[in-house]
């Protein structure tokens, strides 16, 4: 083993001893951790200044009581959740999500790759996230809504236009950031428009932001697919989830001449051979918040699976846009067998380690979340940037704008994973291209 190596094995069991049992924060740091070596070579002057520990600390986080009252009367208490990981390039950006498996682990791995996602992107956008354990499944509106103010009531100390500025994730979608901006617009008497992302388009949102994530990982694998002389046209696509990430990839897929044969949700997944009728899954999901297998009310012909894994089904190209580790070992193996040529990643995470192996050992086109789905944050700067100039931009321009960004990000890690002698490897690329440009602003910054 090399002195580096030696180094980064180092720093990975000290970070894994400072915060034992964040199994998921492990996991990301280690996958970062595992490409940097050329890089942390090349530059000595990054252990000199012991960049990648300071990387691996968060900045500040922030961990509090939310307490509301639910339909009943009766008081419930979560635990909300703010990590602002780096602010090197920007005031910290990420989402928030709520979910009952969120705790600190989780937040911290969404926060670390959030660093380097922001940074992949060019703009100027440090990495944080958040989010609470509060299980928004089966609450009413008004249950959201008390939720949602309570939780600001403490988040709005932490946030601010050139501070902290969260969005939307898992279980946070337009309804929560009403809620959200409406609480912050309330507790500080501002109209702060650049303190959240993802918001309605009369109260500040861009046009664009929902789609962004979705499509700009299909416009990624589109960039994956022409490198090689490919594209979508006729290929079978599944896309697990049905929320905010997945309904727009699956959008865009047909626009681009794929079909989308199956999506999902936690209880289940459908499959229509003739191709998801997604307007009918927004009206499941968005307007009537209802299950996927309500799909087959209007679609007898599609079959349900309760339970099980939707990566049991074949296809051409896999995007995983539910959650983390979703996609495991024995899903990689069958993606493989049954000719699956692409597998980007609009979910944080979703494959696991051993799951990447197959898949990259087999020579299948593989995209990290860090970079497939960094359109979603990019439209977020891109809503932050009209904010600021209190300006708003039509569909076409905005999705241009995204779609050129994706580009970029995309030559990114194709030019860095060559230039360190990997080519074809998006996660090295992904990796030492966004830690680059933390690492060099963290540098200029001196010890802070
Ligand atoms: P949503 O809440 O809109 O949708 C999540 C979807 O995934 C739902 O269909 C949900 O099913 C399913 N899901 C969630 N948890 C699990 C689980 N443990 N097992 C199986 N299915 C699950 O979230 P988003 O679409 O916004 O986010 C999806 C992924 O994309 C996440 O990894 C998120 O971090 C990532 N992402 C999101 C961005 C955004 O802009 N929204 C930006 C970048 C990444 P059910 O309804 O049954 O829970």
Redesign the pocket.
């Known amino acids: 083993m090399s002195a580096v190596d030696t180094h980064l094995v180092g720093v990975f069991e000290d970070v894994v001893r400072r915060n034992p049992g964040e199994r998921e924060f492990h996991q990301a740091v280690r996958e970062v951790l595992e490409s940097l070596a050329p890089v942390v070579e090349k530059h000595p002057e990054y252990t000199e200044a012991s960049i990648i520990e300071r990387m691996c600390e968060p900045e500040r986080q922030i961990i509090f009581r939310v307490p509301w009252v639910d339909d009943e009367g009766n008081v419930r208490v979560n635990r909300g959740f703010r990590v602002e990981f780096n602010s090197a390039l920007g005031p910290y950006k990420g989402?928030l999500?709520f979910?009952p498996?969120v705790y600190l682990g989780i937040v911290k791995f969404?926060g670390f790759e959030q660093i380097f996602?922001n940074s992949l992107t060019g703009l100027p956008i440090g990495g944080g996230k958040g989010g609470s354990d509060f299980d928004p499944?089966g609450r009413s509106d008004g249950e959201i809504m008390r939720f949602c103010q309570s939780f600001m009531a403490e988040l709005h100390r932490h946030i601010g236009e050139y501070t902290d500025v969260p969005?939307?994730?898992?279980?946070?979608?337009l309804r929560e950031v009403g809620f959200l901006f409406g609480q912050y617009k309330r507790l500080t008497n501002k109209y702060e428009s650049g303190v959240l992302t993802?918001k309605g388009l009369n109260w500040g949102g861009s046009l664009v932001?929902t789609e962004?994530?979705?499509y700009g990982t299909v416009f990624f694998a589109a960039e994956m697919l022409k490198a090689k002389g490919d594209d979508f046209e006729g290929k079978r696509v599944v896309v697990?989830?049905?929320?905010?990430?997945?309904?727009y990839a699956a959008e865009k897929v047909h626009q681009l001449g794929g079909t989308v044969i199956a999506c999902?949700?936690?209880?289940g997944y459908i499959v229509d051979e003739k191709g998801i009728d997604v307007d009918e899954v927004k009206d499941i999901?968005e307007v009537r918040r209802g299950?996927?297998k309500e799909y087959l009310e209007k679609h007898p012909h599609a079959s349900y699976v309760a339970g099980g894994s939707i990566w049991d089904v074949s296809c051409d190209i896999a995007l995983p846009?539910?959650?983390?580790n979703?996609i495991e070992e024995d899903h990689a193996i069958h993606l493989v067998k049954n000719g699956c040529v692409l597998v980007a990643e609009?979910?944080?995470?979703?494959c696991t380690p051993e799951a990447i192996h197959v898949v990259q050992d087999a020579g299948i086109l593989y995209a990290p979340?860090k970079a497939a789905?960094?359109g979603?944050?990019a439209t977020?700067a891109l809503e932050m940037q009209q904010n600021a100039s209190r300006d708003s931009w039509s569909f076409e321009y905005t999705e241009d704008r995204l779609q050129q960004i994706v580009r970029d990000i995309h030559k990114r890690c194709v030019t860095t994973a060559d230039q360190y002698g990997r080519p074809g490897n998006y996660v090295v690329g992904a990796n030492i291209s966004g830690f680059t440009r933390v690492a060099e602003a963290m540098l200029a910054f001196g010890v802070i």
Do not use: F, W, Y
Not at 240 to 247: C, D, F, H, K, L
Not at 264 to 267: N, R, V
């Open positions: 989402g999500r979910h498996s969404l996602k499944q969005a939307g994730d898992i279980g946070v979608g993802g932001r962004a994530t979705g697990s989830g049905s929320g905010n990430v997945a309904t999902s949700d936690s209880a999901k299950r996927i846009c539910a959650t983390q979703e609009g979910a944080n995470m979703p979340g789905n960094a979603g944050v977020s």
